[in-house]
């Protein structure tokens, strides 16, 4: 016969044996300003459209942009899930998970013009500036 294991209250696991969520932020308030930050910078991808095609450094500049935008975004989300994930009991965690899913919102909206725009520049033109232009070599797979 085997006995039912109860999983113990998250409050009662030792810290070192859960997830280090201060090394993404220190507290809630830490990501709540970094959530504000990111609100505010969606709007700087909109800056870019009807340029991409202008000049390899505008595209090099709005590729720049939108993966470092996107590289907050995800460490938000990661964050905010977790603590979804880690404890169903937690109250706030609901609310996080939201705002990090309305700012992918934010981040489709403001950076949609991109794709079709990158169509229209063509593969080999932007494949030459990848060659011709170091600073788009990071985003040479996304360009090909």
């Known amino acids: 016969m085997t006995t039912a294991t109860q999983v113990p209250p998250r409050a009662e696991i030792p810290k070192e044996q859960t997830w280090n969520a201060e090394s993404m932020f220190a507290d809630k308030e830490a990501w709540q300003a970094e959530y504000e930050a990111l609100n505010k910078a969606m709007p700087q991808l909109a800056t870019f459209q009807g340029t991409l095609g202008d000049s390899p450094e505008n595209l090099a500049n709005y590729m720049a942009t939108a993966s470092l935008l996107r590289r907050r975004l995800r460490s938000l989300y ?67």
């Open 78 to 144: 990661f964050y905010a899930a977790m603590r979804n994930s880690v404890d169903s009991q937690d109250s706030e965690a609901k609310p996080l998970m939201g705002q990090a899913m309305s700012l992918f919102g934010q981040y489709g909206k403001y950076s949609a013009f991109a794709q079709p725009e990158l169509l229209g520049i063509g593969q080999e033109k932007l494949l030459g500036w990848v060659e011709e232009h170091t600073a788009l070599n990071p985003f040479h797979h996304y360009l090909e």
